[in-house]
Nanobody
Framework: QVQLVESGGGLVQAGGSLRLSCAASGRSFGSYVMGWFRQAPGKERDIVARISWSGTMTYYADSVKDRFTISRDNAKNTVWLQMYSLKPEDTAVYYC????????????????WGQGTQVTVSS
């Protein structure tokens, strides 16, 4: 069992930056693939980024490549999403998730979810 708590969301102007954190409790955090997803009103929950259990392999959605960076520290049971050059279309609730599938990019491949944190980017 893994419990996930996101933080760091907020209101930011276009072009600004935010760093989201996801603190995990429970056993074996280091054995989970961690993902960040986002869901805008009326839209599906989509993958933003994914990081392997070791932190050596990452995946990014095309829409955030070169702007977002995912990282983790297994000793701190924490995963981060650093977001730069934010755009209004990045506005969404951001969720972190833990799963076992190293190639997981869909919701169903993740077993544990946080409650989400709102990111709003104003134009």
């Amino acid at each position: 069992q893994v419990q996930l708590v996101e933080s760091g969301g907020g209101l930011v102007q276009a072009g600004g930056s935010l760093r989201l954190s996801c603190a995990a409790s429970g056993r074996s955090f280091g054995s989970y693939v961690m993902g960040w997803f986002r869901q805008a009103p009326g839209k599906e929950r989509d993958i933003v980024a994914r990081i392997s259990w070791s932190g050596t392999m990452t995946y990014y959605a095309d829409s955030v490549k070169d702007r977002f960076t995912i990282s983790r520290d297994n000793a701190k049971n924490t995963v981060w999403l650093q977001m730069y050059s934010l755009k209004p279309e990045d506005t969404a609730v951001y969720y972190c998730a833990a799963g076992r599938n190293r190639n997981g990019i869909t919701q169903r491949e993740y077993d544990y979810w946080g409650q989400g944190t709102q990111v709003t980017v104003s134009s």
